[in-house]
């Protein structure tokens, strides 16, 4: 019967013993630096988080008040009323992983990291105006955005959609009035200091419109192209356009300088 209890008492006692370490032995301080450096130590993304308000609760999990990531100086994004849980296995592999959830502005987050090699991200719904990178790049709007973002070898993809756009300024040069587009999606990717853009379309009554490029340190090399609707146009719209022509209804416009 002792041989049975010795087994027993160690089996159980590990487990009591990681969440004793959890509770007592690990400060608040050290899990909010630890999860900032993975975060920014994460290869090539150049992203500087910032955490406020985080606690820790049982069985690995952290609360937090908000996550702001930057680039450079610029904020990207805000996430809010964050709770998270921390998988311990990988914490013996020396590697970081844990489960998210959250939100932007009224808008929905979740997803699941393994820094720094991998993670995805579900945004479901946030409001236009609660991601603070669109108002830097010079977009003011409302519409609810819905994206999915992925992280693999230090490069994040991301796919988005803005099915109720309402667009009312932006300081992109576009010779079409930028209210005009209703649905906006896109696809684009983030390695260091570079946002390659490979499509972002447009849609409006006015017509189609298609963004592609780079942005490199904030310096925007895109080109616009321009598929207006037959007769659509105001007669001013279509004299900007005309010189940008490549063939019958397609025109292509460069965009060139800094985001602001």
């Known amino acids: 019967m002792t041989k049975l209890r010795n087994p027993l008492f160690l089996i159980i006692s590990i487990p009591v013993f990681i969440l004793l370490l959890w509770l007592i032995a690990l400060p608040d301080s050290v899990i909010k630096t630890t999860i900032e450096n993975s975060i920014s130590n994460n290869g090539r993304l150049n992203i500087n988080p910032s955490i406020k308000g985080l606690r820790k609760g049982l069985f690995f999990t952290v609360y937090a008040e908000s996550l702001e990531l930057k680039i450079g100086k610029t904020a990207v994004l805000i996430i809010t009323d964050i709770s998270s849980r921390i998988n311990p296995l990988y914490l013996l592999k020396k590697q970081f992983a844990f489960s998210i959830r959250g939100k932007i502005g009224t808008g929905n987050i979740k997803g699941f990291f393994k820094l720094p090699e991998s993670g995805s991200l579900k945004i479901d719904k946030a409001e236009f105006s609660s991601i ?83 942005v490199i340190n904030g310096t925007m090399d895109l080109s616009l192209e321009l598929m207006p609707s037959a007769g659509k146009l105001e007669p001013i719209e279509s004299i900007l356009i005309s010189k940008y022509q490549i063939s019958p209804g397609y025109y292509v416009i460069p965009i060139k300088g800094p985001i602001l």
């Open 132 to 214: 603070p990178y669109l108002a830097s790049a010079g977009l003011q709007g409302k519409g609810l955005i819905s994206a999915r973002l992925n992280l693999k070898n230090n490069i994040m993809d991301a796919v988005f959609e803005i099915p109720d756009a309402d667009i009312r300024s932006s300081t992109m040069a576009i010779p079409m009035p930028i209210s005009s587009f209703r649905k906006i999606q896109g696809a684009l990717q983030l390695q260091g200091n570079t946002i390659k853009i490979t499509s972002i379309s447009l849609d409006s009554d006015k017509g189609y419109a298609r963004i592609k490029g780079e």
